[in-house]
């Protein structure tokens, strides 16, 4: 008997899909839930699991073909021989390869740390000289009198003394003798050239060519959704960015001191990116104009803050969604990052997942970026764009207003925004607030474990 496996709904709002590869072929033997085929979307690509076990006797839908959902896209039979003869192969293509794209937020990079600087080597310490005794008249016999000073300078730059005639009184050797038998101007000093010590850099090794080099291929559905989006927001928005510097140190030194205990009870390290999303969360309450939506001419104010975070893929950027994220806790968010970030990459998520966000926060410097001005996700009005946390000298002002020069840890937050409903004042008190709340990093009651 035979089973036919439909195109099965993929969200409320998808009524159709593109097979984009096909995982088996004609003549495979295939398990309950094991992937059958991936199916682009308008909203996500994911892989079709097999309801139940069997043969594929008949593939039905070739790749790059569009069909509504509840088409039947292939017939599994018991592999009994008496279903209908089986149609002719299709076959198996490579996934597609994608160009290298920027690195999902979920995989925040710990700050850089300045490598350690070598301490200076010390010149060598001259002879000591001997205590000064009476001259005695000039004579000859100062001619082979040579001072401290102008016998280590001949030695450093490799000069005979018995060579060289004196001009000084009665024939001694000056060291302006020994600098004119060098070839060197008489008023030119001598610095001290320590002895090289380090090992030669091992020769530069350029990346492997990308096999993307001198080809063409046609666009993904999900890029071409991508690429039509970020065109409409960029043209029916009015958008603009404004950056501000924070110091997380405080931070960084909490994440230290929790860490082990952390893992232990969640599974996963603890990094910046729960801590920024909590930080925009809480400040979303207290600024609704960035938590809303343009509908016409009226303004949608949410009554919950639902962060979208960006995540990389081979196929394109995705973003999930972190729902009601103001009223959970550190563990809770970094877990939610984990989980949603995993399965997109994975083609596991579903498209239900990828929509509600009322926010979006990206880790533009998971790759080393100081800041970007990172796009707004219509129809939202505001995005969160994360820079490295870099170690760097920064002027530190303490209780008693003294100043000093201090190792912090820092990062840039840069938020892009819609003008037509928020302002400039209004983004710079939302980035205010974040910022205060990051420095002060009173998070001890809301880690979650």
Do not use: C
Not at 81 to 106: K, N, W
């Amino acid at each position: 008997m035979s089973e036919q496996v439909v195109l099965p709904a993929l969200g409320e709002s998808v009524t159709e899909g593109t097979v984009t590869r096909w995982l088996k072929k004609v003549g495979d033997t295939v398990a309950v839930d094991e992937p059958l085929v991936e199916v682009s979307t308008d909203k996500v690509d994911t892989e079709i699991p097999s309801p139940v076990a069997g043969v594929i006797e008949q593939i039905l839908v070739q790749e790059d073909e569009t069909v509504q959902v509840g088409a039947v896209l292939v017939v599994i039979g018991s592999g009994s021989g008496a279903a209908a003869p089986a149609a002719a192969p299709v076959a198996e293509a490579p996934a597609p390869v994608s160009a290298h794209v920027a690195a999902p937020i979920a995989e925040p990079v710990a700050a850089p740390v300045a490598a350690p600087v070598a301490a200076p080597v010390a010149p060598p310490t001259a002879a000591p000289v001997a205590p000064p005794v009476a001259a005695p008249a000039p004579s000859a016999v100062d001619a082979g009198y040579v001072t401290p000073l102008v016998r280590k300078l001949a030695s450093e730059i490799g000069i005979d003394l018995s060579k060289i005639a004196g001009t000084g009184v009665g024939g001694r050797i000056r060291k302006e003798d020994v600098l004119a038998s060098n070839s060197a101007p008489a008023s030119a000093p001598v610095a001290y050239v320590a002895p090289v010590t380090s090992v030669p850099a091992a020769p530069f090794v350029p990346g492997a060519a990308s096999p993307l080099r001198g080809t063409t291929e046609p666009m993904s559905r999900l890029r071409k959704v991508l690429a039509e989006r970020a065109v409409a927001s960029m043209v029916s928005t009015a958008q603009l960015t404004t950056v501000v510097e924070v110091d997380v140190t405080k931070i960084a030194n909490l994440r230290a001191r929790v860490q082990p205990q952390f893992v232990a009870a969640t599974g996963g390290k603890l990094n910046f990116m729960p801590f920024f999303a909590l930080a925009a969360a809480e400040a979303l309450r207290v600024h609704p104009k960035l938590n809303a939506t343009i509908d016409g001419e009226n303004i949608v104010y949410h009554g919950t803050e639902n962060i979208s975070f960006a995540v990389d893929t081979e196929k394109g950027l995705l973003t999930p969604v972190i729902r009601d994220a103001s009223t959970l806790n550190i563990a809770q968010i970094a877990q939610q990052i984990a989980d949603l970030a995993a399965r997109t990459r994975n083609n596991q998520l579903k498209p239900d997942e990828l929509g509600g966000g009322t926010f979006t926060l990206t880790n533009t410097g998971s790759r080393g970026a100081l800041f970007d001005t990172p796009v707004v996700f219509l129809p939202q009005v505001a995005i969160l764009g994360t820079g490295v946390v870099s170690k760097r000298p920064v002027v530190v002002t303490d209780a008693n207003g003294m100043d000093s020069i201090s190792i912090r840890s820092m990062v840039y937050l840069a938020l892009s925004y819609d003008h037509r409903l928020v302002d400039g004042a209004d983004a710079s008190r939302f980035l205010v607030d974040v910022k205060s709340r990051l420095e002060e990093a009173n998070f001890d009651s809301v880690l979650g474990i």
